[in-house]
């Protein structure tokens, strides 16, 4: 019998730094959040959620474990 060799699919950084497309603050946050996180300095919205999965609107500029 052969034996499958079952992917697993490695997880992501759970923390990224992201930049606010709008006035370039850069906030470091979860991304398993649900939460929607707005820029604490233009309000924009950084992150979403659509439907349990969290959708980064900024710019991932660096992740970290
Ligand atoms: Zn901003």
Known sequence: ?????????????????????????????????????TCQSCNTELVVNTGGQAQILGKIIETMD
């Open 1 to 37: 019998m052969k034996k499958h060799n079952i992917m697993i699919p490695k997880p992501r950084s759970n923390f990224v730094k992201i930049e606010c497309e709008n006035c370039q603050n850069t906030v470091i946050l979860y991304t398993y959040s649900t939460k929607i996180i």
